[in-house]
C-alpha cells in the first residue's frame, strides 16, 4: 500500500520524467529512394508536415530514377546521392519488355523477370551505398533522432543500424504491401487479402485465390528471401552486422507506419495498432491558381482529363486503344476532353471541337476546378486520392504494378469503373464513361468518401505525423533509459547535467515474432535454379486452373465437406458465432449473431455484410 506522501512523490517524479522528455527540435533523416515523382512528393510533403512544427529534417534522395529531381517544394535540408544505376536503367525496367500497354500479368513470366532484374537495381543500388563513405560521413554531421523509410527498401536499415539512429518510422506511399505486416508479426490471409501486385479483390474465386497466393509467395521469395541474402552479406562485409544477425531485424522495432490511405478505402484485413493512416494528406487544399490560356478552357464547358501519368505515354498507345477513346470522345460532344499527348510540337492543340491535346496538363488545378467531370488514367494512387478527394468519378485502365488492386478497389466503393487495356473497344468505353458521368450515384459516393477522408481521424494529418514521430523518439528514450547506470530524474551527476546525455549501455536487441519462420540456408533455391521459376509458375497455373474447373463441374460438394462449411446452431436464443475453418479456402464465416467482427466489417446473422442503403461502411 502507497502511502500519501509516496504516492505523490512518485506522480511527481512521473510528471519531471515527462517533462524533461525533448520532443521539440528533433532530427529526422528521410531515406527517399526516387521511384517516382509520387513517392518523393509522399516523402517532402511529410517532411514539411515535420518542419511546420519546428523540427530539423534532411532528406537523402537515393537516385534510382535519374530523371526524378528533389521534392523542390519542400525546405528541408536535400542531399542527393547516385549510387551508380546507369540513367534509364529503373525506367527500362518497369515500363519495357512488357511495355505498359502490353499484358502485364503479375503470373507472366516477363513481369517476373521484371521484378528480378527490379531488384536487381535495388541490390545495385545498396551497394553504392555501403561503399560511398562521403555519403556516411555527410550523414555522422548529423545526429538523428528518428529516421523514416518506405516499405521497398530494406537497404536503409543497414545505413540506420551503422548511423545508430534510435528510433523508425516506416512509410507507405501506398496501400499496405504485406513486407510491412509481415515483418510486423500480422500475417495477411491470402484468402481474402489481395496482394498489392494483383487484380484480385476481398471477395476472389476458389482459383483467384491460388494465384493471389503464388503470387504472394513469388514476391515474397524475391524480395524477402534473395534480396535480403544479398543485403545481409553487403553489410556485414561492412562490419554492421555479425553473422547471426540480420538486416530484416531492424524494421521489426518499427514504431509506426504510416500509410497513405484510409481503412475504409482499402479492403478488409488483419491490422495493428502500428499503422496509422493520412489518406488524401498528399492532395493539395488549395491548388495553384490557373492561368488565363488554361481558365479559358476550363470554363468553356464541362471537361473530362485523360492521363496516364508521367510515364506511360498516351502518344505510345497502340493504334487500336487511341482510335477506341479518340472515336468514343465523339459520342460526347458536350464534354471536353482533355488529353495529355506528348509527341507534338505545339503546347496545346485543338484536335477536335471537343478534345484538346496539350503536353502537359496541371492536372490537380484543373481538379480542382468546377467545371471538371471524371478522369481516365491508368490507376496510380495519387490521380485516384486527387479526384476522390475532389469528389468526382474516375475511369480507370490499369497499366502495372499496384495500379491494378487500386483499380478493383475503386470499382468496389463504386466510385468509378474500369476497363482491361487488352480488351477495351469503343463500345465498351462509351457505355462505362456514361455511366459514371450520368449515374449520380458515382459522384455522390466519391462526395461522401471525400468527406470521410477530410474527417477520417479526430487529430489532423500534420499532428499525426509529428505525434507518431515523436511518440517513436520518446519511445527510444525510455529503451535507452532502462538500461543506464543512473536514474535520469533523481540521479544527477556531479556537474549537475541531466543524466539522459550520459552514454547508455544500449538495450538488447527485441524482436517481434515475424510471420515467416526463417528458411534454412541449405533450403534456399540458388541463383541457377531460377531459370525453372516461370516453368514451375505455370505448371502452378494449370493445376489450379484444373481445380477450378473441377470446382465449377460439381465438386463443391466435397469442397465444403472439407472446409466444413456448413451452419452452426446456437443453442436456445443465443447467438451462434462458431467461427469455420479458414486458410486457404476463405475467410471465418460467422452463423447466428450480427455485430462488428475485426476484418470482417459489420456482419448480419447469416455470415453476410451488412450494408447501409448506400452500400458501404460509416454510412458510405
Known sequence: MISTPGLGLFLLLSALCLHRTPVDGLNILMYVPTLSYSHVAFNGKIAEALIERG????????????????????????????????????????????????????????????????????????????????????????????????????????????????????????????????????????????????????????????????????THFLFQVLSLRSINSIWRSKGVFQADRHVDEIPQSASAVIVNTVPSFDFSGPTLAHFHYIGGHTVEATPPSLNEEWSIIAEKRPFVLLTFGSIAKTSEMPPHLQQAFFEGFKAFPEINFIVKYEKMNETIRMEADNVILTKWIPQISLIAHPNYKAIITHGG?????????????????????????????????????????????????????????????????????????????????????????????????????????INPVIDLPPNGTSSTDCQCTPPPPSHRRTSFSRIPREAIISTSDLLYLPHFISAVTVFCTLVGVTVAAGGMAELKSITGDAPYQGAGNAPAMMPQPMGFWGRPRYYGGGGWHPGMGWMNGDGGRFTSSSGGPYGL
Open 55 to 218: 523540427h530539423q529534417v534532411v532528406m537523402l534522395h537515393i537516385a534510382l530514377d535519374d530523371g526524378v529531381s528533389v521534392y523542390k517544394e519542400s525546405t528541408a535540408t536535400k542531399l542527393r546521392h547516385d549510387t551508380g544505376v546507369p540513367p534509364g536503367a529503373l525506367l527500362n525496367t518497369l515500363w519495357r519488355n512488357p511495355g505498359p500497354f502490353e499484358n502485364s500479368n503479375p503470373l507472366n513470366p516477363l513481369i517476373l523477370r521484371k521484378f528480378l532484374r527490379l531488384s536487381r537495381l535495388f541490390l545495385d543500388s545498396c551497394i553504392g551505398v555501403s561503399k560511398d563513405d562521403s555519403i556516411l560521413e555527410s550523414l555522422a554531421n548529423y545526429t538523428f533522432d528518428v529516421v523514416t523509410v518506405e516499405q521497398y527498401d530494406f537497404c536503409a536499415f543497414g545505413l540506420f543500424k551503422k548511423l545508430n539512429v534510435p528510433s523508425i518510422v516506416w512509410l507507405s506511399a501506398t496501400g499496405l504491401h504485406a513486407v510491412q505486416p509481415n515483418t510486423l508479426g500480422i500475417p495477411q490471409p491470402n484468402s481474402y487479402v489481395p496482394d498489392l501486385f494483383g487484380p484480385f479483390t476481398d471477395d476472389m474465386t476458389l482459383l483467384e485465390r491460388a494465384q493471389n497466393t503464388l503470387l504472394t509467395r513469388t
Open 381 to 485: 494512387w495519387s490521380s485516384i486520392l486527387e479526384s476522390l478527394v475532389h469528389g468526382k468519378p474516375m475511369l480507370l485502365m490499369p497499366l502495372f504494378a499496384d495500379h491494378a488492386k487500386n483499380s478493383k478497389v475503386v470499382e468496389a466503393k463504386r466510385v468509378g469503373l474500369l476497363v482491361d487495356k487488352m480488351h477495351m473497344d469503343r463500345e465498351e468505353f462509351v457505355e462505362k464513361l456514361g455511366t459514371i458521368l450520368n449515374d449520380e450515384s458515382y459522384a455522390e459516393r466519391c462526395r461522401q468518401f471525400a468527406r470521410h477522408i477530410a474527417h477520417h481521424s479526430p487529430m489532423d494529418d500534420v499532428t499525426t505525423i509529428n505525434y507518431l514521430v515523436e511518440r517513436a523518439h520518446r519511445e527510444a528514450q525510455r529503451k535507452n533509459a532502462r538500461h543506464c547506470p
